[in-house]
């Protein structure tokens, strides 16, 4: 293991690289990195129908890598991470190291990294420098592949396996840049694929293998779906309760029924993915379908300290102001992406999520900030004190009941 100090602080860190090939951004600090992650077409796509006699055959065809070893292995792992609970999702440009590991301050136990392309993982040494970076304290870690193809998902798996707890395939995307490369929640179409990239993965790592997926908009599809995935060899499961047609999480609620029966027909740890807000929303997700741990995308995003119990004014009706506010979550953001330098295309997107709000009130900060075609820190802790000049100031608000309830050693709420 390598480590690599990086110049621009005073205080010495480690990022981890591969022993040969580094896997992390330099430590200078990367301006102007061009737009080269072929992951972010967020537009539309029709939808195919779905072909359900294929899963009962996958299913039945399945040979069993599963049985009760592997359940108990995969419980053993889960335990002895601590069966994290407070989990950070995987989000293309958006959960990277800076990110996660604000979150984890915040009270996730647990983070995945961006989805990354296997092929272009394997090929690309730009690739992997600048899409995954990670260091000692960034653990639990999933990280996540995207792949249709069993030799190059296990090429891709390997370079990782040291420095993570999951390997993870992403078989949720229903973007239209998933279609095109048959990966995400396209291979639900075709889950003999599926059912390959489990297996190969399953037998030939050290680490677990883990599956993100959506659901099927039949429940008993969903089910077979999420057994032959268990029998291929997968031992943790992650259920985001939305269909590939429903691509709008603000407007369509999760399907936390079809995430309780998921919870009910498999062994392996289950986490849900869907609706959560606020720790409210923990709470009640863990209590309504049973699962072992929830995972949080957009919510964190606006407000990366969700998991400690806090939550933004939108959900703020029988709480306290509290002595934190978004612009200083951006701060230590911007601290973190010092030490742990990644392209500015992710800093410019958490700016926007985080100072969504702040900006709406002021939008000529706004403006001039969208006018930089070179962004710099100074600038942004700058624009910062600039708009708490300007008067804004939207603090957070916790609730009185912060983490209590849910431990990091998965003791009962
Ligand atoms: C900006 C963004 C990027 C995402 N990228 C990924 C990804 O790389 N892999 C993945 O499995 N899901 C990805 N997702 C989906 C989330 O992981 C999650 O399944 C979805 O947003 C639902 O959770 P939420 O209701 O908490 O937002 C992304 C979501 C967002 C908002």
């Known amino acids: 293991m390598k480590y ?33 992650n072929p992951l972010r077409d967020l537009g539309d796509e029709q939808q195919q129908e779905v072909d359900s006699s294929s899963i009962t055959d996958v299913v039945s065809q399945s040979r069993n890598l599963s049985g009760e070893s592997l359940i ?23 959960s990277e190291l800076p990110f996660r590991m604000l979150c984890r301050k915040y009270g996730a136990q647990a983070a995945y990294t961006p989805m990354l392309h296997s092929r272009i993982f394997t090929e690309t040494e730009k690739y992997r420098r600048e899409e995954f970076t990670t260091c000692e304290e960034d653990r639990p870690l999933f990280v996540q592949f995207c792949a249709n193809d069993p030799d190059i998902l296990l090429e891709a798996a390997k370079r990782v396996e040291p420095y993570c ?35 190969k993965l399953a037998s030939n790592l050290n680490v677990p293998v883990s599956c993100k997926i959506r659901v099927f908009p039949k429940l008993e599809d969903t089910i077979k779906y999420a057994k ?34 998921v ?4 062994r392996v740890p289950v986490l849900a993915n869907g609706n959560i807000r606020h720790m409210d929303d923990v709470h009640d997700c863990l209590r309504e379908t049973g699962v072992d741990g929830v995972l949080s995308a957009d919510s964190l ?10 939550r933004t004014p939108e ?29 500015w295309r992710m800093i410019r997107a958490h700016v926007h999520k985080m100072l969504g709000e702040w900006f709406r009130i002021q939008p000529h900060v706004r403006e001039d900030f969208n006018a930089q075609s ?25 609730k009185n009941f912060p983490l209590s309830g849910v431990q990091a050693n998965g003791s009962a709420m």
């Open 165 to 199: 707890d999951y390997v993870d395939i992403n078989l949720g995307c229903p973007q239209r840049i998933a279609r095109r490369g048959n990966y995400g929640a396209f291979l639900m179409d075709n889950l003999p694929l599926v059912k390959s990239l489990v297996e």
């Open 228 to 261: 032959m995935l268990e029998e291929a060899g997968c031992s943790l499961l992650a259920v985001h309760g939305r269909t590939r047609d429903e691509k709008d999480q603000k407007k369509v609620r999760a399907d936390w029924k079809a995430i309780k029966a």
């Open 72 to 94: 108990e292995r995969a419980w053993a792992h889960w335990t002895k991470l601590g069966k994290p609970k407070l989990i950070v999702a995987p989000m293309v440009d958006n």
């Open 315 to 343: 959900w703020a009706s029988v709480s306290e102001e509290a002595n934190l506010d978004q612009a200083d979550l951006l701060v230590e953001y911007l601290k973190l992406c010092e030490t742990y330098p990644v392209p």
């Open 4 to 36: 690599i100090l990086s110049p621009r602080n005073t205080s010495i860190k480690s990022i981890i690289s591969l022993p040969t090939k580094p896997l992390m951004a330099s430590s200078v600090a990367l301006t102007q990195i061009q737009d080269q």
């Open 301 to 310: 995003l606006e407000n990366p300290a969700l998991f400690a119990g806090y």
């Open 263 to 266: 919870k009910s027909c498999i």
């Open 374 to 398: 070179k962004l710099t820190f100074e600038y942004l802790y700058n624009m910062v004190d600039q708009l708490r000049e300007l008067g804004v100031r939207i603090p957070l608000h916790q």
